[in-house]
Structures are given as C-alpha cells and as structure tokens.
C-alpha cells in the first residue's frame, strides 16, 4: 500500500453531492418518450380458484395499450428460481391463486392513473378455498397449498454434512447429558416473526425494447442486475448480451431486491409487444403483497448445560415459512441459519428446520437472511439459561466460547471452517466500553426504587461475504439466470490516458457507498486522487460479469477483485515508470499522483505514465500496451464477523411501554476501508433489528390476508423511537482475502433483536417474566406481566 | 396511490360550498385532506365531487367570543397546539393537536377535519368531548350546535350531515379552579401515533373538592366516547390519588371494548383506567 | 384544469386533472424528480416539501390545491451552487446511505430549523417523526442537523464521531 494510505481514512461520499440535490437517478425517475404504465390486478384471495377473467371492459378504456393474463404469457413458463425446490411461481395466474397479491392480470396504459383505473374494471371472479397460514398446521398437511404435494419442502439438519449415524449419536449425547445430576435444561418455544423489507424506494422497472437492434434496455431497481439480465434473456430467447440493465441509484434493498421478480419479466414482456418502453412501480401496499418477505420461524431452543455454567448441548428444531412460492434463494434462507446454528460457541449442537409452504407471500432475503433468527434463537436460550443458573450471561457466553487459539483451523460445531475470531477479546470491549458493572449497579438501583429498567446483553457471529465459487457444488448456481458460478468477485480497473482511472464491478449497491470505497480502494494502490477514478457499477453493458450485492459481500469478494486488479494495474505502471525513470522497478513507489523513486525526487506522473502505455513504441520490451487489468476473486471461505451489543431499557408495568434508553454496540468486521462508512451499516442494521424487536410485524389473518400491509400498520421505527447508539470496534482481520475484511452490511441486524428482548426480560425478571415473544409491543409486554403474576 | 376520477370545485364562499353539496349528495368536503386524500389514493373512498373549502376566507382564525374560544374549520393542528388561547382554556385539546400526526400531518390536518373523520383511535375529539366543545355545523339552510356528546355516533361517523359543513369547534372558557389535560399510550408506544387508548379528563375543583368533571376516552370502543362513570364518581371526591384511581377504574363503564392490532379487550379497558387516572391527576394538578 | 404556482422561485403552470396529486405535478410534469414518493399512506415522507414555508406532503396533496403557493423542493435549496447548510450537515456527517428519504429528510430538516434554530437532540427526533429512514438509524441524520443548526447559528459545529476515534 502506499504510504499516503485512505484506507481505514474518511473520505466524504462522492454519491452523496447528486442525492442531497435531488439530482441521484432512480428508475421512476427515468423518462424515455412513449413510455406506458403498468397496474396489476391481484387476488384478494389467499387460495382461491379463478373462474373467469373477463377483461374487456377495461380493454375498451381510453388510453389502454392492453391487458394481459395467464394465456398471454404462460408459454415463457413459470418465475426461474436459483434454489428451485417447491412449485415456482407462475408469471401471472388464471388458475388457482395461492396467496394474497398474487397477479392475475397486467394492465398496460398510457398514464399510470388510467392503468389503475383499467386494472379496478378487470373483472375476475375467484372461488375461495381454505388457505393455510399457521406453520403447525402447513406441517400437517391437512390443507395442502399445492395440490398433491406436501408442504414440507425440505428440512435442513445439521451439524452441516452429518451423516444418520453422526447425528443420532450427537442427539443421544446431549441426551446423556440431560440425564447428569447437575443438568439444567432449559427450553423455550419462540416466535421469530414474518418482517416485510421496507426499503423506503419501492420497486420498480422500465424496460425499452428496441426492435431495431433486437435488444433491452431495463432498468431496475435490483440488488442483481447481471442475474436480471440473464434472466430476460433467458426468457426471451436473448444472449446476455442483448440485454443492458442498468441499476442506477437504489433506494435500500436490505435483500428484497435479491430476486428477479415475475413484473421485472412481465413488463419486458409488455415492451417486445407494445413495441414501447414499459414501467411499472409498486406502491407500498402492492409491495406488502408482492415483494418477498422475511423471517417466519417458530421454534423451541434448548440448552442443556451445568449448575456452573458449562453448557453441553443445543438444540433447535423448528419450522420456517416459506410462503407459497420459491424464488432466489428461499428454502436456502434457513440453511443460511444452520451456518451459524451454533454461532460462536464450541458446545454440540443439534439443528432441524423444516421448510413449509403457506398460503402467503414467499419469503426469501432479508437483511441476516436465516442469521438473525439463528443467532436470536441461540442468544435467547444462552441468556435464558444464566438467568436460571444465576450467573452474568457475560461470563456464561465467555466459558463457552470457541477460544481465540483455536484459530486459524477453527471449525464450528455445525462443521463450517471459520477464518479468525477472537470473542471473548470483543466481549470484554463491550463489557468496558459500556461500562458494565455500572450499568448493572445503576439497574440495581433503580429496582430498589420499584423502576423496571433492564440491562441486555447478546454475542452473535455471522456468516457472510459468500463466497467460495465451490457454493455451487452445494446447491447455489446462478446457471437459471445464465450465470454459472457467478459467486465471485470481478472488477475491471482502468488507467485512461489521461492519467484519470475508472473502475467498473459488478456490485449492485443500494447505498452502501460503493461510488466512494472502490474509490478508495484503487487511489491507495494507485497513489491517486479518488476525484480521478469513476467507479461504474449496477450496469451490465459497463461492469464485468458479477452477481451483485447482497450478504455483505460486496467489500471482501467484489472489493478484494477491486484490489487485485489495481495491484495488477501498478506493477505494470511500476515496469513503465521505472523504463521511464531509468530506476529499478522496485524503487518504484506511488503517490500523490505520480511514481517515484524511492529515496528521489525523481517522479512521472500517471498521465506521463499511462501516455507511454498507450504509445506501445515506447514500452519497453516485451510489455503490451494498455493500462488496465481484470481480476477474478474466488474467496476460499465465507467471512466471519462477529460482535457483542448491549442495551438498556425502562418498561413501564402499567402500559407494558418499553423506553430504549441505551445501545452500546462493539462489532468485529476485520479491517474497516471507511470507519464513516462502517458505523453507517451498523446503525441502520441495529435500527432493523430494534425494529423486529419493538415494532414490525406482517400479522396474517387465519385466511391469509395481511393486516399490516400499509405503514399504518406495519409500524417501522421513527427517529423518535431510537437513541443515538453508542459504538466502537475491535478488529481482527481476515486472513481470506487480501484487504482483512469482513463485511458489515448485516451484522448490527444480526446482533440486535435479541439483545432487546433480552433487556425487556431483565427489566421484568422481579415480576417473573422469562420470554415475551417479538416485537415487544406494549400490549404483549403488559400481557407477559399479567400471565408471570398469574 | 392514484385516486378514481373526481369533479373538484374550489369555492371562494361557504355559501358556495354549502350549493355545491346540495346540489351533489356524493361530494366530500376537503379541507386539509389529511384523512381524506389518503383515503382517496388507496381508492377506499372515491367521491364524485371534491368541494375545496380551503379558498373560503374567514375558516382559518382562532377567536376569542368573550365566554368561549372558536377553531375554524380550516385551523391545523400545529395552529392548535401553538394557541394560547387553546392552553389555556382546552389544554387537553392543545396536547391532543401536538400528538395527532407527524409534523408534515399537523401543518395541513384541521381540528374540525379530525372531529369530522371521527377515528376510533384519534386525539381530538376525545378532548373537545372532555371539554364540552360544541359543533357548529352549517348548511344551506342555515348553521345548527351540536353537542360534541351527541357528533360522535358510530365508527368513523359523525353527526354531520352530506350537506353540512363543520365550521367551528366551539369551546366553553375554562372558569376558575377549571382544567384540562389528555394522556395516551400511542400505537408504536410512547405519545406517537394513534391512541391505543387515551383519554381526555376536564375537571373543576372547589372548595377542596371536585366540583365537576368530563371524562372521555378514545381507542377503546367504536367512536370517541364519554365515561360517565368516572366523571360522577370524581365528583365531589376530594380528588385524592385513591379517589381518582378508584374513579379510573369505571373508564370503560357501559363501553362495548373492541380488540384490534394493538390491544385485547382486556388491555385496553386496562389502559384506559390508567391514562383516565394520569389524565385526571394532571387536570388536578393543572387546576391547582 | 390549469394550476399555477411558484416552485423553486419560478412560476410555473401546467394542465392536470384535479386528481392528480401535487407529487406527481412536480415529478412529471415539472421533471422535478428529487421529490420521491415512499408509500401511499402519509408516513413515509419522502416527498415532503415546503409550501409557504411549512412541511407538507406533496402526495397527500392534489396539485389544484396548491394554486398560488410558494413550493420549495431539494432541487430549490442549493443557492448559486452553494450547498444549504442542512445539505452540507448530511454530506459532512454521512446523513444518507441510500439517499431515496433524503430529499424529503433534508426538507423537513430545514424547515425544523427554520422554526427552531437550536433544537435538541430530541425536538431533531421528534421534528423528523414523519420522514422514515431505513437505512441510517438515524443515527448521523440527526448528527447531520445538529451540524446544520451550529452552522446556521454560526458556531463551529462538533467534530465528526469518527475524528474522535
């Protein structure tokens, strides 16, 4: 690296000027001439036969181009899915509709007023059926949600790669262990509940196919936009190459825009026909109904461990809801869990999760992605279990860690190899920064006073930065959307001749500061000014092939593309500078926008540089002209961040209302690029979890109909719902690629829901109260208290 | 988010508001829109005619008639929380304006708007009935009081008729000895958003005893609604915690208690004994 | 029906029906696309803007009811290139991730301090209880206006959380 490194330095973002104008460019934001507008007509039924669709009164409106069904489209054949387990969702669906939302019809219009106005004249009439919604029964079979199979999809057990054998022996030894004299067993049913993404810009997608060139132009609101362009061509017979999507600014993603959706497909569709560009965007209920969801577990954790603390087994088995349809990853959100099952802890652990279908929206990535439902499971019992021996749950997660010299070579008790930890290290950091024997002592007082504050405290470790191509081999291939092994990290740096430099990636971000940390990136290895280098990104005509951002992977798959390509760039830059400088390659050094000779004050700039290296007579021998690199990154393991949080809350008994006075978080990303940055994804990830804690939740009628589909009632947490937090960081780099990092983008989430409701249940341990399932609305919160007095 | 199609008249005149109801039985009156519009977007509610009453001149003052305090039917929320006048004499419906929305909700939502909409779970008319406000409502046949006690008749209707126009909300001065205050659990906790219960109390106290008392709750039942019951057990009490609490207890009394996303019957009725008690206990405190 | 009305200093007119909302009045037919729309219940904020000088939501407004206002929008606030302090504060202080809430943040942010030029940190909560974020917590959105404020007020404001690390 340099010596004027801006790693780990704070650079203000270079996206942020175009945002903070109103000038970033969203997809509703873009105009082309002629362009139409689309409204869905969808089921109000959560299972239902359609008996008739009849659309000729809205065919015969003033400005409707046309109006689409099932007949229209059923011959490009149902959604493509990346983990294709379980029926597939049909791109629009005359037949039996399975959830609430599902479209039926598509109304194509000059102006998205009248296309609503079509889309409420598309008569179709539905004969209900009974719907299934609760997980115990869907576990029954009693009602199936797709006629003639059942709706256990798949159950995921781990330890990961554990054979029948292996497995019953693990289970007879926690068995065992229950039998000990100073056994105790603690266990405890939890809901994980369903949690709609939210990102504040909804969906939306225009696509312009030209017929001239026998090509589209899509723009979309994707996290995804090579798998999207895939996807499309897939679907109309196209190469990749005949399909450019563009994914400009993104409002939030949080992994719901992780799919190729069936109105990204439809209204590409709409466009060949038409012969116009075509938009669609989803309003907010619309949204509640069609784009994926997340979470929806119910399942009983148990610890079995000593009077001191030792614990000897953990065990989940549960059910996890899949909605009706499997999109991207669906079924492979749980086994996302079953990574970190037994998040960082060395004890036995025992893992099944059945996956069943549901008369509702599917569910599929969001923010964690079946971590955060592990991690609070695991957090929730760990604490549960010092609360009933009695000691700190510091000190119970402590002696239960997996050591810091058990690394490198760590593997975990579900059978995943882990690159580097140092927990109990990151432990005492929180417990210090926080203060925490303090903060118990200011609870103790303020018991004696008859308040109900509580103080929690939850350790996570997360999975992420995915990841090793070899993913494939386990049943994650983009090869549906035309990306075979797509879990690598591509980039393409640039040197113009100029001396300017550009880098284009395939990441897709929705926020997360690309425009700024690739930047950063390359002018460390380049020695150059970041206002010289473009970054270009979430475009598929400019970036390298590259599958996205999602799983907080961007920085350590993508970014460590970045830098070895920007490596691969300099020492060719260094071989001309030298030919240039008359020095040895070696004594090559850059900065401040120039090569020197180490110790001189001999120096080229790079515009002296990269003009030589477009003027190939006068490289020196052997070196092509040109000053660009491409490079591939295939990490050799996911990564491994982790952390500790801490919180403090104040329940008032009479009304069940919880006040969150405090949040200390101390997370563990591997070496940070931008610490501005860094702590910004934290924030908003421990904002997501607070949120699943205190306040979201998509509650379902018994016949499938979504009651908090609007953001009256799915209540999301407003600024005067949250304190300012309180972080720091302990580091310990990756050893998995070449920058340390870990990735960031999920982890407050992962690390947050449970340490609230851990706090809540410490508030209320004078009043008996062990478990209050999420979110912590007053209403449950005042009920717990009544059925602990009980 | 796109409304069905609608005529829309903007009258400079409440006489020509007042005509164009009359002669349109499916127009809806607008005024802030606060209630309405988002209604209209989600196509829950599609009127044929739209009568803008926000041009009319004379709808947006707070005045002081000597014996009570009028608020136009185009006086916002954030105009009623700020007035003086509104502390002073209906510091419940000042409160109750400072917790209705957000912001961006309380700078266009009106009072009269909020009495018209007649939310199950809104702040303001729970106050106005604690304050024995009295609404005036106008038609082309001339204006008419209503008691606030008598607006609030059903789920999300008031007294109002399709013709009518509320113009003022109408609030008696509070006399010596008099105050009021309003208290709630909102729907995402704390004082934000809807009530999940809350509950208005205006009381009078004299001679070291409470002389009078009005007592309402929102949130519970189907409609803003009156506890009669704590009102008459507060009066003549000596206003003592132990008084109050025993008098909260009856908030729900003769109230048909209804669940809802928020909160069980049982809860509910909880809530409201405890805000009727803080309510009250503020009232008294502020009534000195 | 024809509507007229200031927007960003300019007077402008256009055709809409009366159902069209003020919203879309600016964003598609003004191309005044900094003006997001978030939900379509009245608590996102995102396309809040000023209406002779108070916070409104521009979609729960028909455009004919905004004949003859004075429209303020994010594209308005900058002056002859100069950044407005709010739209500094959220620069220097890293108040927007994905940027979709923030033209309507940065609004409501300014018309906050307008009406109260040394908030604390609870009147920033509450002031911007209708503007949802979903990405930032928060956290540096309400570092990002106290900044604003001290500027505003011509103080110095307080270093960035992370030059204290």
Known sequence: MSSTSVLGGVVRRREDPALIQGRGRYTDDVKL?????????????????VSSVDTSAAAAMEGVLAVYTAADTDHLGPLIAQ??????????????VKHVGEAVAMVVAEDPYVAKDAADAVDVDYEPLPAVVDLKQSLSDEVPVHEGASNTLISWVGPFGADEAALAELQEGIEAAKQRDDAVVVSQEMINQRLIPVPIEPRSVMADYQAGYDRFDIYSSTQIPSALAGAIGKYFGMSMNQVTVKAMEVGGGFGCKLNVYNDEVLVAFASRQLGCPVKWTETRREAANSTIQGRGWVATATVTGTEDGEILGFELEGIADMGAYSQNFTVAIPFLGLFVGSGQYSFPTYWKMDCVTTHTMTTDAYRGAGRPEAAYYLERIVD????????????????????????PGAVSPMGFPMDTGDYATNLDAALETAGWSDLLAERDAARAEGRYVGVGLATYVEVCGFGPSGLVDLGFSWAEYQMPSAFNGSSLVRVHPDGSATVSIGTGPSGQGHQTTWAQIVG???GLDVERIRVIHGDTEEAPPSIGTFGSRSAAVDGAACY????????????????????????????????????????????EIAACAYQPHRLPEGLEGGLEAHAIFSPGNATWPFGTHIAVVEVDPDTGDVDLLRYIGMDDCGNVISPMIVDGQIHGGIAQGIGQAMFEDAVYGADGNLLSGSLVDYILPTAADLPSFELDRTVTPSDINPLGVKGIGEAGTIGSAHTVVNAVVDALEPLGVTHIDMPLRPRRVWQAIQDARA | MYP????????SSLEEALAALDANPGAKVLAGGMSLLPMMKMRLLSPEMVVDIGRIGGLGDITDNGDSISIGALVTHTEVSASGLVQEHGAA?????????????????????SMVHADVAADQPVAALALGATMVAASSGGTREIAAADFFVDTMMSALEPNEILTEVRIPKAGPGTASAYDKLGRRGGHTDYAVAGVAASVTRSNGSISAATVAVTGVGNRPVLAAGVADALVGSDGSDAAV???????????????????????????????????????????? | MQVSMSVNGRQVSGDVEPRTLLVHFLREDRGLTGTHVGCESSYCGACTVKMDGKAVLSCTMLAVQAEGADITTVEGLAENGELHPVQEGFWERHGLQCGFCTPGMIISAVTLLEENDNPSEEEIRRGIEGNLCRCTGYHNIVRAIEYAGAKMRGEEPAPAEWENA
Request: with cysteine; hydrophobic share 45%.
């Open chain 1, 384 to 407: 549960m279990y010092a609360r009933r021996i009695g000691m700190d749950p510091a000190e119970v997660r402590r002696k239960n860690y997996i050591s810091a010299d058990d690394f």
């Open chain 1, 33 to 49: 001439a002629g362009t139409a507008h689309v409204a869905f007509v969808r089921s109000p039924y959560a299972h239902a036969q």
């Open chain 1, 564 to 607: 070895e390509a920007t490596g691969k760039v300099r020492a060719k830059a260094a071989r001309i500078a030298a030919h240039l400088l008359e020095a040895s390659e070696e004594d090559i050094e850059f900065a401040d926008g120039a090569a020197q000779v180490v110790g001189t004050d001999s120096s080229v700039s790079w515009g």
């Open chain 1, 524 to 526: 460390d290895g380049l």
């Open chain 2, 245 to 288: 609490e025993a008098a909260a207890a009856h908030a729900t009394d003769g109230i048909d208690v209804l669940e809802d996303l928020y909160g069980s019957v049982g809860y509910k009725t909880h809530l409201a004994q405890v805000f009727a008690a803080r309510a009250v206990k503020a009232a008294l405190s502020a009534a000195g």
């Open chain 1, 83 to 96: 983990v294709p387990v379980g029926a597939l969702r049909p791109l629009l669906n005359s037949g039996t």
């Open chain 2, 93 to 113: 419906l000042a409160t109750a304006a400072s917790w209705t929305g957000d912001r961006q909700v309380r700078n266009r939502g009106t009072c009269c708007g």
């Open chain 2, 4 to 11: 069905r199609q609608f005529d829309y008249v903007a009258p």
